[in-house]
């Protein structure tokens, strides 16, 4: 069928589907474990791995000077995870306050996260180190296809200009999938109201560019209404109201919350959760113990109805508790211009003033009411529906993969996705299209590379790499220490 349809065929050993921090972690461990540049191809869209998420958290106001969410250990430059990023600041800034950090955290202290900036500059350093762009191939990727003969085929549609050819098929026996998010989520009576309106300047996505709203806030006083209780919900707020500080500005924030926490809550005194004035606090997406303990064990030793009912426990929405954002909505409720609401919202209509909008919300004790503001600002996360992304939607419906209890994908120990086997070919997938399964944190930069080293112990025991044992390893750090090419 390539051949009928004059598509030119590529040979490589292994293809990883997506081109962003997913694949970038399976090519590093690959590498590291001496498999050759030449045996690999990275299919992407993107210039650098880090390329999409650098995107996503600037217009989620988490700008390259600020924390992210996530643990000093957790580096996808180093598998290892020693140094830590909290001592690669301590050392880059001389300051030994970051490492005094991480031994009385999170008792005395905050929880040590790094910057964006850290994140970006390491990835780039490793990417470098391992040859990132000697396998790259750029293109949207269409589809993947089982081989009659075992294997895949991965269809690209190239860059214009690039070839003479409108497709081209890249021939392997193995394939990693690391899709990440389809696309945006939008609350359905936000995208109801911009569908009906055409308006897609007053309601807007904590995830897609809205910079105007915190302009046109700095030249009048507006009211604002964040919808929300999540880590980008709260980055949003400590915008505005770092802006109302920073710019002595009249900004009124009324936060809508679905579900009001008031207090610690949970099934049992060993699997609580601290919460308060409507949020649900947790250091990172999931307990520590998720990544490497006790939890880690439970989800893998648990049947899917079992799993389901531990995702529901450890689960959900949440966010970080960090003293400087919970100063400033103490000193909002005080001041009566932040304005925290327990509701659901019904319906969006335009206020009939060309920029007000109003919001029809019905309370917790059933009493309907209305608000107006200015702009509403949704912060309810991105779409993880696979039928919204081409390559999963195929996958599903011709390549033999099935989802699991969460709409996901199934796969194995090894992250193989289950029923979409091809002879000696094997398809892995890792990252937020693989939630649900043995592994709570997928989505998550520990959680990328677990997955990545299952997969390649899985590719050791099929001949593709050697195995890391330890005399390798410690061979290997020296090298990254060093800064030397693999």
Not at 252 to 257: E, P, S
Request: charged content about 20%; hydrophobic content about 40%; aromatic content about 10%.
């Amino acid at each position: 069928m390539v051949q009928a349809a004059g598509i030119p065929v590529h040979d490589t050993s292994l293809a990883s589907v997506g081109g962003g921090l997913g694949s970038f972690t399976l090519l590093d461990v690959l590498r590291i474990r001496g498999v050759a540049r030449s045996s690999i191809r990275v299919l992407s869209s993107s210039d650098t791995p880090w390329q999409t998420w650098e995107y996503l958290t600037g217009v989620s106001q988490l700008p390259p000077q600020e924390r992210i969410r996530s643990d000093a250990g957790a580096r996808p430059d180093n598998i290892w995870g020693f140094p830590s990023y909290a001592m690669h600041e301590a050392w880059a800034d001389k300051s030994p306050k970051l490492a005094y950090q991480v031994l009385v955290e999170p008792v005395f202290t905050d929880f040590f996260s790094p910057r964006a900036a850290t994140v970006f500059a390491t990835l780039e350093r490793e990417a470098r180190r391992i040859g990132y762009w000697d396998m790259l191939l750029k293109g949207q990727v269409r589809m993947v296809r089982r081989r009659v003969g075992g294997g895949y085929f991965t269809i690209l549609t190239p860059p214009p200009g690039v070839t003479k050819s409108k497709r081209v098929a890249i021939r392997s026996q193995y394939v990693h999938l690391a899709a990440g998010y389809p696309g945006l989520k939008f609350l359905d009576d936000l995208q109801a109201f911009r569908e009906t309106y055409n308006d897609y300047h007053h309601v807007v996505n904590a995830y897609e560019p809205h910079e105007h709203v915190y302009e046109i806030l700095k030249s009048r006083q507006g009211v604002v209404m964040v919808r929300g209780a999540g880590i980008v919900a709260s980055r949003i707020l400590q915008r505005l109201m770092d802006d109302r500080e920073r710019h002595r500005l009249h900004t009124q924030i009324v936060h809508v919350f679905r579900t009001y926490v008031t207090g610690p809550h949970g099934p049992s005194v060993w699997m609580r959760r601290d919460g308060g004035d409507g949020w649900a606090y947790q250091a990172f997406t999931f307990p520590k113990s998720a990544f490497g303990g006790q939890l880690k064990a439970q989800f893998r030793n648990a049947d899917p109805a079992g799993r389901a009912e531990l995702s529901k426990i450890v689960g959900g929405t949440t966010t970080p508790k960090l003293r400087r954002w919970q100063e400033q909505m103490r000193a909002g409720r005080q001041g009566n211009w932040y304005h925290p609401i327990q509701a659901v919202v019904d319906k969006v209509e335009p206020a009939g003033d060309g920029r007000g909008l109003i919001s029809h919300v019905s309370g917790q004790d059933g009493r309907r009411g209305q608000y107006v503001s200015d702009f509403i600002i949704d912060c309810t996360g991105l779409e993880a529906d696979m039928s919204e992304h081409r390559v999963l939607a195929d996958l599903l419906q011709y390549g033999g993969a099935r989802r699991n209890h969460a709409g996901r994908l199934a796969v194995g120990r090894n992250f193989e996705v289950i029923g979409a086997e091809s002879g000696a070919g094997m398809l892995y997938a890792s990252g937020a299209a693989t939630g649900g399964n043995h592994f709570p944190a997928v989505d998550s930069f520990l959680g990328m590379q677990t997955a990545a080293l299952d997969i390649a112990d899985d590719l050791a025991r099929r001949g593709f790499c050697t195995s890391l044992g330890p005399l390798r390893s410690v061979r290997q750090w020296l090298k990254w220490a060093a800064g030397r090419p693999v």
